[in-house]
T-cell receptor, first 113, second 112 residues
Framework: EPEVTQTPSHQVTQMGQEVILRCVPI?????FYWYRQILGQKVEFLVS????????KSEIFDDQFSVERPDGSNFTLKIRSTKLEDSAMYFC???????????FGDGTRLSIL | QKEVEQNSGPLSVPEGAIASLNCTYS??????FFWYRQYSGKSPELIMF????GDKEDGRFTAQLNKASQYVSLLIRDSQPSDSATYLC????????????FGAGTRLAVHP
């Protein structure tokens, strides 16, 4: 069964450094998302992306965050200057349509020191 | 503020019993509803989705939706110890694009 793949599985970074989290969505999906989950808390929406544009973003997704689809398969989340509070699991998801279910990757655990 | 509420649990059921998980949501315009299973330290795994009022069955799982009451439930029949996980209710927000709003999840423990 097709799946969303994310790399790396774990990223450890010094505060203030830039990180790029990578995702390969399911190949026939057109809608891409990033969510995060701080330990012990709810899964929170960050951003949705369609047709090479951000379609919606949350209050969390400030100027430190950016997303990109650099080629036909990858979808990336960049955090420009990481903060301690960025430590969380980051999940990429994709869906075939606006109404269809979103399928999640295994996540990247981001640890900021 | 659009909210999705779930009892945190744990909900403890014996093996072979029916587990009933409930969820309420505040966004009256929501049209799409999802149940995800999340094992500790893992990602959400899609279990069921439902768009219309009534019941939808898939194997041991049944999702129930009542839009008038803004209520979604998940029934797991013949519960197995491997079903022990946190079950997340997610609601697609109306008025936006495809944002999912998640509840905090209900922890289910199935004991032999």
């Amino acid at each position: 069964e097709p799946e969303v793949t994310q790399t790396p599985s774990h990223q450890v970074t010094q505060m203030g450094q830039e990180v790029i989290l990578r995702c390969v969505p399911i190949s026939n999906h057109l809608y891409f998302y990033w969510y995060r989950q701080i330990l012990g808390q709810k899964v929170e929406f960050l951003v949705s992306f369609y047709n090479n544009e951000i379609s919606e973003k949350s209050e969390i997704f400030d100027d430190q965050f950016s997303v990109e689809r650099p080629d036909g398969s990858n979808f990336t989340l960049k955090i420009r200057s990481t903060k301690l509070e960025d430590s969380a699991m980051y999940f990429c998801a994709s869906s075939e349509s606006t109404r269809g279910p979103q399928h999640f990757g295994d996540g990247t655990r981001l640890s900021i020191l | 503020q659009k909210e999705v509420e779930q009892n945190s649990g744990p909900l403890s059921v014996p093996e072979g019993a029916i587990a009933s998980l409930n969820c309420t949501y505040s966004d009256r315009g929501s049209q799409s509803f999802f149940w995800y299973r999340q094992y500790s330290g893992k990602s959400p795994e899609l279990i069921m989705f439902i768009y219309s009022n009534g019941d939808k069955e898939d194997g041991r799982f049944t999702a129930q939706l009542n839009k008038a009451s803004q209520y979604v439930s998940l029934l797991i029949r013949d519960s197995q110890p491997s079903d022990s996980a946190t079950y997340l209710c997610a609601v697609k927000s109306s008025g936006g694009y495809n944002k999912l709003i998640f509840g905090a999840g209900t922890r289910l423990a199935v004991h032999p």
